[in-house]
């Protein structure tokens, strides 16, 4: 499949000639910048990034020692006492302070807090994933409303081009009737076809205000602030078959990598939540004062090796193992419902670019036959040998040609770049690397 043919690259050299008012300008890569960058979108997902890469932080917390600063006062009914053969004894105050600290590592849970960290760094790369999908949503819906707009920008060329032809004809038929060559009804006839096409004008005018709002909503701008494309940019060449560009989408595809992510950090989950079976050997030790007259030695110094397990959490555990299996499947099925989506969508884009690549090539060859035959109708009828309507006919069918092939042209445009989107290419590099 080949971008473009020598017709259209001599197309879209002749347009470049005539690039539009250099007034409030914008480019297609300034454009991308603001709305990949600084895009609501792009901020709300920046965020949930944040607060997956704080779930890794908090997954490694057990690996980190847990150091506790503790003090309590005490107040006992009866004052402690020791039996001994002659009586008894006291050994502590009824009342008396305690204060300390005491830290406490993990040693070893069996993989629990390890499989914990893997689940939250597969949710952080699952949650990147999303941010480059909506990075690339809204470059791809940028670059569709700036072609939109370069679209909107010739086709009002064309509707004052068409008004243009029908008031020379207007002016054509006006001094034949005065000549008495003609009659009233030809420049009648003239006059309602250029009061539709002024109408067809106003419309045009109302297509580009919208599809400038469009940009400036984008942009973030005020909707009726003038904008304008400042140039024709060139799309990313390329070359690929449906295969080539299924095997990328399969690699690329931000929707599939995020679930491939979110599959393994449920993988990650299963195992974690299996190791509560398993006990944990950690180390404590901390110091202790008690004010505690009694006490030979108020204060002391301890350390503790130990090993927790978990007998019995009332089916707790064996439930959470059972629904993080559950869940793990539905993603599994989930992947491959979605691996077909996406070979759809690319399959439905390359079509659609391969299509639109003919349609141009159509069009432009039927833009100068019909700009061949307005000349040769409007010759004719200056010279007496054609008819009113044969002009008006060979006007409409210009206009039409032109119409469709800007339409032509920029639909190309707007395929490359869905395709490329399909395909997960990163639209912001892909449009900024290409000048």
């Known amino acids: 499949m080949r971008r473009s043919s020598p017709l259209i690259s001599m197309f879209i050299g002749i347009l470049t000639l005539f ?47 847990q150091l506790d600063l503790y003090g309590r006062e005490t107040w006992l009914k009866y004052t402690p006492e020791a039996k001994v053969n002659l009586g008894s004894f006291p050994t502590s105050q009824d009342q008396f302070t305690t204060y300390g600290f005491k830290a406490t590592q993990l040693l070893y849970d069996f993989g629990k807090t390890s499989s914990s960290i893997s689940a939250a760094q597969f949710g952080l790369k699952a949650r990147e994933a999303g941010t480059f999908r909506t990075r690339n949503r809204a470059a791809v819906e940028f670059i569709i409303a700036y072609f939109d707009l370069l679209e909107a920008e010739e086709l009002l060329k064309v509707a004052r081009e068409e008004v243009t032809r029908y008031e020379a004809h207007r002016k054509d038929a006006a001094a034949r009737h005065k000549a008495g060559v003609v009659t009233r009804n030809e420049v009648l006839q003239a ?34 602030d003038p904008v304008h494309a400042s140039e024709i940019v060139g799309t990313p060449p390329f070359t690929v078959t449906l295969e080539q560009a299924w095997a990328e989408a399969e690699q690329s595809n931000p929707d599939l990598r995020d679930l491939d992510a979110r599959v393994r950090a449920k993988e990650e989950n299963v195992s974690s939540v299996r190791a509560e079976y398993l006990p944990s050997v950690y180390v404590s030790g901390g110091y202790e004062y008690s004010e505690n007259r009694y006490q ?55 079509l659609d670019h391969r299509s639109s690549t003919a349609k141009v090539q159509v069009a432009m060859s039927s833009v100068d036959q019909a700009a061949e035959n307005l000349r040769l109708q409007r010759l004719r009828y200056q010279e007496g040998v054609g008819t009113s309507t044969e002009v008006l006919d060979a006007v409409t069918l210009m206009t039409t040609a032109e119409t469709n092939a800007w339409r032509a042209n920029f639909g190309v445009r707007r395929a490359e770049a869905a395709l490329l989107y399909a395909m997960g290419r990163d639209l912001a590099v892909a449009y900024n690397n290409h000048q």
């Open 19 to 65: 690039p539009p008012s250099t007034a409030d300008a914008l480019t297609l890569q300034e454009g991308l910048k603001i709305v990949t960058e600084n895009g609501r979108d792009v901020a709300i997902a920046h965020s949930d990034e944040e607060v997956a890469k704080e779930a890794v932080s908090l997954a490694r917390s057990p690996w980190l020692p």
């Open 191 to 224: 006059d309602v076809l250029l009061a539709d096409s002024k109408q067809r004008l106003l419309t045009a005018e109302n297509n580009l205000s919208l599809r400038s709002s469009r940009i400036n909503s984008l942009l973030m701008r005020p909707l009726n």
């Open 296 to 350: 030979v030695h108020p204060d002391n110094w301890a350390v503790i090796a130990g090993v927790n397990i978990n007998l019995s959490a009332g089916g707790a555990t064996t439930s959470r193992v059972g629904m993080a299996k559950g869940e793990l499947s539905s993603l599994r099925f989930s992947r491959a419902k979605l691996l077909d989506a996406v070979r759809l969508e690319v399959q439905a884009a390359w």
